[in-house]
């Protein structure tokens, strides 16, 4: 049965009408625009068309997002545990995966690598100075191919380690406190001259250990290690809500679930976002993201007036960077580094996917919900259920089933309002509410009424339903940039994504260097030493599995032949067919509407 009926069945079809509107006015194939108004080369970095600005690039890099790790000059001039190199450098920080950048005045003065940012709070009891993440820390890559560098804005960090970043922090912290001569020079270089000022300076910097080393040692501690580009986000959030601020240990779920950042382009225009498909709120989305990365929350205080649900969160930076990912492009493949593309093998590729694949993942021009009451429309995702689909399940059952709620008992909503254990969830999502009503309070009288409703993406509330047991299907413009592949980082390259499950590689290396023939990254050990074992848990690379077979239980689509596969890898790489273009944002004018309930019609948990 073609997969376009098995879609008809869940309700997440396109139509007959919209699919052959898609094929004839599809631009993927399109003859190339020249390499000058695809790609330019700025310090030997290769940057494609996404439609940013230089401006646009160095402000994503390095804005805060409220993040708060440890005091600003003391991160500056920390040494790696082993000698006096700092912490900070690029040899370290390429070590672990971040991309090194030169300083300039205008947004990074210090040189830090992209993904790293000075957080400046004046006032409140986090006022000063702090180091913290931003989104680009996960939500940027560079690929790496024959000595050259190819930068591409808003997908997925292939390379950072950010568990192996966290614990060599920790070692970094830990190495200085009990090193008399590393913790003088620190103290030294920080201007911290006299004892009182070394004292106060010892102080601190025992405090911040202390929160590394717990993150080391009991936050991320998995029988999966994660790797490059891979981290429990779930778990780190929830625990970061249920568990670390809210100081009630006992609430700490394992991380047993790594997965790999999704890519940017497309997420603010999309019915719905992440993995799981239950976001659609990109305020609530931000601020959530924010809580993962260490933004400071006060979840221990008595009462809100005394400062309970204060955060250290930065509404206005976050509504910034959200209006620049509404006009960030997918990435245009660049022939001139890649090699060309056989454009009558990507027309046969076309044909393919819109047969065996455009029922869930939505194609260019692609199709549009109704209008909302504000004039917005969003690109339909395909929300298709974990059990249908037979990818690795472990999203949907890696946290406890119930939390202690403490201190946040008079705080949680009906039904579980005063009660001393609810289920996890309905704690997490209790206390985001009430965090980012908290944060949106802090900048309400300085927001027109238009400027509130853009925070919250045009969506109008209430918000439908969160879908249940299902995994996003998005459309897969620029998805050649984002290796390795499904939500979890288990296959390799876009052919294996194409074979029988049991077909693909047990046991690979994550390389650093691009490979362009299969789409994917160096599995060989020469260019990364990471191994991927699909047998842990976690790390599954079974479903979305192209075989002959009753659809369904991880059966996708038919057996393709070898022809067939390499047609589809060149279609991924010919989409999107124009370098910059922006997916208009709210839908163009003349947005086609297939009136299918993707967004209205959530899925049963399997």
């Not at 005091?71 to 545990?81: C, I, M, Q, T």
């Not at 690029?90 to 957080?119: C, H, W």
């Not at 250990?209 to 717990?214: D, E, F, I, R, T």
């Not at 609810?422 to 509410?433: C, E, F």
Request: proline content about 8%.
């Amino acid at each position: 049965m073609p997969l376009s009926h098995r879609c008809k069945r869940m309700s997440r079809s396109i139509n007959a009408v919209a699919i052959s509107t898609l094929l004839i006015a599809s631009t993927s194939i399109s003859a190339p625009q020249t390499a000058a108004a695809e790609t330019h080369t700025e310090d030997g970095i290769i940057y494609l068309d996404q439609a940013w600005s230089q401006a646009d690039r160095e402000k994503y890099y390095q804005i805060s997002q409220g993040a708060r790790v440890m005091d600003y000059a003391s991160f500056l001039n920390l040494e790696v545990p082993d000698s006096q190199e700092l912490f900070r450098s690029d040899a370290n920080s390429e070590f672990y995966g971040m991309t090194p950048q030169k300083p300039n005045p205008r947004t990074n003065p210090d040189g830090l690598p992209i993904g790293l940012a000075k957080t400046v709070l004046t006032e409140g009891p986090w006022k000063g100075e702090q180091i913290g993440l931003t989104c680009a820390a996960c939500h940027n890559t560079q690929l790496n191919y024959k000595g050259k560098k190819i930068r591409i804005d808003g997908a997925p960090a292939n390379m950072f380690d950010f568990v192996a970043y966290v614990g060599g922090l920790s070692d970094a912290m830990q190495a200085t406190l009990n090193d008399p001569a590393k913790f003088d020079r620190l103290a030294a270089k920080v201007g911290a001259s006299s004892e009182d000022a070394k004292a106060a300076l010892r102080k601190q910097f025992e405090s911040d250990a202390k929160n590394a080393k717990y993150y080391q040692d009991t936050v991320l501690v998995s029988p999966t290690p994660a790797g490059p580009a891979r981290l429990d986000a779930i778990s780190a959030i929830v625990n970061r809500l249920t568990s670390v601020q809210s100081h009630i240990p006992e609430n700490m779920s394992t991380p047993v679930a790594p997965t790999k950042p999704p890519f940017l382009w497309n997420a603010p225009q999309g019915s719905w976002t992440q993995w799981r498909g239950v976001q659609q709120d990109p305020i609530n989305r931000n601020l959530v993201e924010t809580m993962g990365v260490f933004m400071s929350m006060d979840l221990t205080s008595k009462t809100p007036e005394e400062g309970l649900f204060t955060s250290s969160s930065e509404i206005k930076n976050l509504a910034e960077i959200e209006g620049m990912l509404n006009r960030l492009a997918p990435p245009k493949w660049p022939e001139e580094v890649f090699g060309a593309i056989d454009h009558d093998k990507a027309r046969a590729g076309e044909a393919l996917f819109v047969n065996n694949c455009a029922s869930c993942h939505n194609m260019w021009p692609y199709t549009w919900t109704p209008a909302n009451k504000y004039g917005k429309r969003f690109l339909e995702v395909g929300l298709v259920p974990q059990s249908y689909v037979g990818t690795d399940a472990g999203q949907f059952h890696d946290l406890k089933p119930y939390a202690l709620t403490r201190q946040l008992a008079p705080y949680v909503a009906a039904p579980y309002k005063d009660k001393d254990l609810i289920p996890t969830g309905a704690l997490y999502l209790n206390m985001v509410q009430r965090i980012l009503d908290s944060a949106l309070a802090a900048v309400d009288s300085g927001m027109t009424a238009e400027e509130k409703i853009a925070l919250h993406g045009y969506r109008e509330f209430p918000l439908e339903p969160r879908p249940e047991g299902v995994y996003k299907a998005a459309p897969r413009d620029g998805v050649w940039a984002t290796p390795p592949f499904m939500h979890n980082g288990s296959v390799p390259n876009l052919y294996e994504m194409l074979l029988p499950a049991d077909q693909r590689t047990k046991k690979f290396y994550v390389g650093r260097e691009f490979d362009p023939i299969k789409v994917g990254l160096d599995t060989t050990g020469k260019s990364g030493k990471f191994m991927h074992d699909v047998s842990l848990p976690g790390n599954s690379n079974a479903g979305h599995s192209f075989e002959d077979g009753p659809l369904g239980n991880g059966i996708i689509g038919p057996l393709l032949t070898e022809e067939q596969r390499w047609a589809l890898v060149e279609y991924l790489k010919s989409i999107p067919g124009e370098a910059g273009r922006i997916t208009p944002f709210g839908g163009p004018p003349d947005a086609q509407s297939g009136n299918q309930p993707w967004a209205n019609a959530p899925a049963k948990k399997p």
